[in-house]
């Protein structure tokens, strides 16, 4: 691999243009890596005598693609810790696994385990994962279980010791510490405490999340990802610099949108930063605003929220606000229906209704989604969820009907950040089981190609590239104009640069 594509052409392709598939296709690089293409039948003999020619009949050419919502300290902190998985196992078998993260990481002050989904759907019912069960487990480490979302942690009693929570620790605004029903006393789960805890248990060290970084940008961009945004709400100016200062040296080919957090935008404004604003290939995105309702009610409320779309707004950047449930998505939309720029968007929009699709179209709204969860996901909504909430997830036939602009994305490491997952579940809407999740809602393999490339280019805000470069395009070793959904999945992604 890596062989110098300059001076190529790939004939007999099927060429992805950003909008509709070009069949019969032979793409040409020049010897500066501008990219040309057009019918194999109009490419002479003599027009390629000096080129290298190869046939590449049953490929794809696509533009690379853009993941607009991704949490990546989280996913390099990952690769620090012990990666539990989705797979369903037994109480036993937890056990097993917990004592062997703990034997991995033998060395280190505090157990880290990551890994499964919001509400443990992944576990065996008869069982129950809290403290006592962690406790049983490691009864003498600090023990933390951040799932994979990073909604829900769980600790055990001497990480609990360790962070200085007790059973008088106020519980702080926005964060639900869950008790037992049977005597009220804290049961080791707490919600939305992601922030909390960091600031109360011994951190990764920062060397060691510059190597998990670094790892994270090379997958990621093994996958065919050229451009990614960090839509983490906690981001401040120190994160920005770390993130910049790590693409620059790891990925310098990538670019990075940041998405600053409500709490940070003056620091970024008062060293003269704005929206857009660049250093080292790292641009300003929109403010990225929390809306959660883990704990039984909306998380900030109504007010405050109106209050931080309005100050962000004042500052001249859009907001890009992250809500999962339709009752959360209906007071957005309220605020936004008064107080709106371009650029605004929603993060997630899990769940929507018709109502709320003719609304975000009519304001103009764009919305990055993750159809990936399907996948991943599918088999715990078809377990726990109403048909009328099955109904109303992941709902891109709909929103593009509407004209909303939607843009799909990973939310890794919530999600495996694979393209071709995501592509999968768009088309499929089948679960890793084979299970259809709301079928009337697939699009086709060509929308969701748009998706990946051309709607996030505009989701993100970013000018388009008139020119095709070859650092840019993806060769991918299946038609995907004609290939089965099956396929979809087991299809190969590499750069065209690195094409041998």
Known sequence: MGGDTRGRIFSNVTVFNGLSFERGQSLLIDSKGQAFWGPTSNYKPSTVADQQSIDATGMTVTPSFHDTHTHLLSYASNF????????????????KLLRRAAYDQENSGLVRVSGMDRYFTNTDSNFQIDKDLLDEALPDRPLRIQTRSGHAHVLNSAAMRLAGIGESTDEPEGVTFQRRLSDGELNGV?????????????KIHQCDLEKGLAKALNTIHAKGINDVTDATHINDFSRYEFLSECVRKYAPNMKLQFMPGFNSIRDFLDLGMKYKSQHNGVSLGPVKLMVTDSHGSIYPDKNTLKEMVRESHRFGFPVAIHSVEMNSTDIILEILGNDRIAGDRIEHASELRDDQIQKISEMSLKVSTQPSFIYERGDGYLNSDSASRIDKLYRLKSLLFAGVIVGVSSDCPVTDPNPMNTIYSAVTRRTTTGAIVNIEERVSICEALQMLTTNNVTLAGLNRETKWMDKNLLLIDKDLDTCSSHEILKADVSWITEFD
């Open 80 to 95: 620090q810790t012990y990666d539990i998985g989705l797979e369903e196992f037994s109480e036993q078998v937890f056990i």
């Open 190 to 202: 707490f919600l939305e405490a992601g922030e909390y805890l960091d600031g109360r248990l011994p």
